[in-house]
């Protein structure tokens, strides 16, 4: 047994450059090639995996090669309590160690004082390493890991290594230097600036675990001890899955064994070894520690220990889920839990599965449920419906203000976008007139005053006669003497509608009125006045207003044609009172000033108001010259309601629902056919609730966000995220109602109470939050 006396095993801790123990990885062939090429390397992997035995081992190699090479062990510089001058500085006394630098580091650090620290690093390399050092030189920064405990940012100092490679590409002595960073950390946790991260520059050392290929070494020291050594190690490997901490341990055991193991007894007696002094009681015999710091990063390190072990949970019950670059697969396999190999995340060994199992999970899981509700504070629940109440109270307040107005009717708009499609109604015929219908009357000779010439309307009046429409409106404003034959004609009309304006504003502070065709009856005359908000968009109906001396009509235009096509129904408009009109069976109340987001001022309530249900699709439509030339069908006129407007984008405005203008005659059609469904009970109106429901509504939606958060998130700040989703949910729900009632003709308050539910339960979080932080 002499000539294994100085063969020995070294379970933790850097096995030095001669140790026959060593194993040699296809890591080690990558690292080696890599730098001999000049590549900046980055190791970053789970503890106890090697990386220093690797570093050692790599910087004996490179020295055979006349590479120069040092090891910068960020460790020992320190973490704690330390300045970012005593960290650089602690770098530069490494490397003038580590070289053997000609220099005195004092007088060169206050002769470059007015540098900052990290330019103080980045001239000594340049002045002093790269100049005193003539060979290749490669730098190893290990423990880099240890960069996040310090309290200054670092991004610095990886930007600082990025420049060292972008200088070879004008400074040939940087060709010479070579870096290589190890530790356990992923580059995004080490810095955030893509940038100025070295880490997409550099080339990735993987670290797998011992493969049998590989491991003949370590079957030499066992010789003295098994019958087998191949086999003994092969079981070995079966436990560890050649994780060298583990193999260097079991084989360790071997060797301390009072018996050798026999021929055929390998997996037995190994079984017996990894559950007696590996598994027993492993928090306490765990020395060197190995399994106290996986258990202690997956626990105590992780800021997300229960997601990090129900992951871990999912992954012992399939045995193996497809790997991925999440947060959860990357802070798991930096706990040296799970391995990857081809393409697929696992478990690394049977000695990690059988204590870290699924029991010790749900144990775990468990203590820190009980751990996290009896640390957690308590928010009292009287702070918790106070905050909805205040919550509540506040958001009424900006409602009242009329501060939410304007998104109130956004919100209205788009759930009106999404309504279903609703076919046009057939019962109108809209004649328009264009230019091109101006220029053809004008090639007609036809004399006009206006956009549409008498002889034109009286010639549109003689192609519609034979069908008999039930309604004749005409949209334009007449302020001039009719020709004789015309009003003659107009006046026999008892189905026919003219329009004035009562108070059209024009920009101006003065309301403009537009008198109606002179010698026609009053009583067929309708005002064709809007009641447009201030985003130019058209949501309420004007029925009645107070006429004016020009505009002798107190009815509007939509309201005559409706009431005349009605007459022949035996349908008549009835007065209850001030604020109720009957149309036919239907009680038509007036558009309050609260009425569903509308917060109306004293302006824009003149007359009487009711909300414009319109349909999806507009009413039919032909051209003033398709008439004259006699291309119009029967069927597009008898019995319908024909209204004749003008095609101008000028006369056209918004609204709800649609990206594009709706011409004044089309919006008139829409109007008037509410009302006759109305009347004929075909289809409603739009209603709302009365303004003490809504604030029943909207705080009720208040409290219960509140409420919630107070449920939810009183147990710790890892449930921010499940209240989250729930407070999310109670939105969508809100949201959700508030379209199902408008698909039935009523407008709620969505918005409002969305953002009470958002307000009352954010305010309650904070003061969960606030006692964690404060406890």
């Known amino acids: 047994m002499s000539k294994f006396a100085s063969y020995h095993y070294q379970p933790g801790g850097s096995l030095t450059s001669d140790a026959p123990s060593y194993v040699m990885r296809q890591a080690d062939h990558d690292l080696f090639e890599a730098l001999l090429h000049g590549t900046y390397c980055y190791i970053l992997n789970s503890r106890q995996m090697g990386k220093s035995s690797l570093r050692v081992r790599t910087m004996e190699r490179l020295a055979e090669q006349g590479i120069l090479s040092v090891e910068v062990e960020l460790l020992g510089i320190g973490s704690q309590h330390i300045t970012a001058s005593q960290w650089y500085g602690g770098m530069i006394a490494e490397l003038i160690s580590g070289l053997d630098l000609q220099v ?33 030189l490669v730098l190893f920064f290990d423990e880099i890991d240890s960069v996040l405990g310090l309290s200054f940012p670092t991004d610095d100092f990886f930007g600082l290594v990025r420049s060292w490679y972008e200088r070879r590409a004008s400074q040939p002595s940087y060709r010479r230097l070579t870096v290589v960073m190890l530790g356990v950390a992923t580059p995004a946790a080490l810095i955030r600036d893509e940038t100025a991260t070295p880490f997409n520059i550099g080339q990735a050392i993987e670290l797998q675990g011992f493969q049998p290929e590989e491991s003949g070494a370590l079957a030499a020291g066992l010789v003295p001890y098994v019958d087998c050594p191949e086999a003994v190690l092969q079981t070995i490997l079966d436990w560890t899955g050649g994780q060298p901490f583990l193999t260097q341990k079991l084989c360790w055991l071997v060797t301390r064994q009072n018996q050798p193991i026999p021929a055929g007894a390998e997996a037995q007696r190994i079984a017996e070894l990894v559950r007696t002094q590996l598994m027993e009681n492993w928090e306490t015999q765990d020395e060197p520690e190995h399994l106290r710091t996986i258990r202690d990063r997956l626990l105590r390190h992780s800021r997300r220990p229960e997601r990090l072990l129900r992951y871990y949970q999912t992954l012992l019950q399939h045995g193996a889920v497809p790997a991925t670059d999440s947060s959860e697969q ?21 000695v990690y599965t059988t204590i870290f199992d699924r029991a010790w999970v749900a144990q775990q899981l468990q203590t820190l449920h009980q751990q996290s509700r009896s640390a957690a504070p308590w928010l009292p629940v009287w702070q918790a419906v106070a905050a909805g109440v205040s919550s509540v109270l506040f958001v009424l307040a ?68 034979p069908h008999q429409p039930r309604v004749v409106g005409l949209d334009f404003y007449h302020d001039f003497p009719l ?293």
């Open 104 to 136: 005195n580091r004092r007088a060169w650090l206050r002769e470059h004082e007015d540098l900052s620290p990290v330019q103080q690093l980045g001239t000594f390399v340049e002045q002093v390493v790269l100049a005193q050092v003539t060979q290749p």
């Open 483 to 775: 020709l004789p034959e015309l009003e003659s004609r107009l006046r026999s009309m008892n189905n026919f509608v003219p329009v004035c304006v009562i108070a059209e504003t024009k920009d101006v502070e003065t309301p403009i009125s537009i008198p109606a065709p002179p010698g026609l009856p009053t009583h067929r005359l309708g005002f064709t006045d809007f009641a447009v908000d201030s985003d130019y968009r058209v949501r309420r109906q004007l029925l009645g207003m107070d006429r004016s001396q020009a505009c002798p009509t107190s009815r509007s235009f939509n309201l005559q044609v409706a009431l005349r096509y009605l007459e022949q129904e035996g349908i008549t408009l009835q007065f209850l009172d001030d604020r109720h009109i009957r149309l036919g069976k239907t009680i038509i109340p007036e558009l309050q000033p609260t009425a569903g987001g509308y917060r109306l001022s004293p302006a824009e309530r003149a007359g009487f108001q009711v909300l414009v249900n319109y349909r999806t699709a507009d009413p039919a439509r032909v051209s003033l010259t398709q008439v004259l030339r006699g291309d119009l069908k029967a069927t597009l006129v008898n019995d319908r309601m024909v209204l004749i407007g003008l095609e101008d984008p000028q006369d056209a405005l918004f609204a709800p629902g649609r990206s594009q203008r709706m011409l004044g005659v089309i919006m008139h059609a829409h109007m008037a056919s509410q009302l006759i469904d109305a009347g004929l009970g075909h289809r409603s109106l739009l209603w709302w609730w009365p303004e003490w429901l809504e604030i029943v509504w909207i705080a009720g939606w208040g409290l219960v966000g509140s409420g919630v958060t107070w449920w939810l998130g009183r147990v710790d700040q890892r449930s921010v995220g499940r209240v989250s989703v729930t407070v999310g949910g109670l939105i969508m729900a809100v949201g959700g109602i508030s379209y199902g009632v408008l698909l039935h003709g009523g407008w709620i308050p969505a918005l409002p109470s969305m953002i009470a539910i958002a307000v009352a339960a954010g305010v309650v979080l904070v003061l969960l939050l606030r006692k964690l932080f404060l406890a």
């Open 398 to 465: 900006v409602r009242s203000l009329g501060l939410l107005q304007g998104l109130e009717l956004q919100t209205y708009d788009q759930m009106m976008r999404w309504r279903p499609v609703e076919p046009s109604d057939n019962r109108f015929l809209v004649i328009t007139v264009s230019e091109a219908d101006i220029q053809y009357q004008d090639q007609l000779g036809m004399e006009r005053r206006g956009s549409l010439a008498d002889q034109a309307l009286l010639q549109v009046l003689d192609r519609l006669a």
């Open 330 to 350: 990357t802070e798991l396999r930096l706990t040296g839990l799970v391995t990857q190999q081809h393409g697929r995340l696992m478990p690394f060994n049977r």
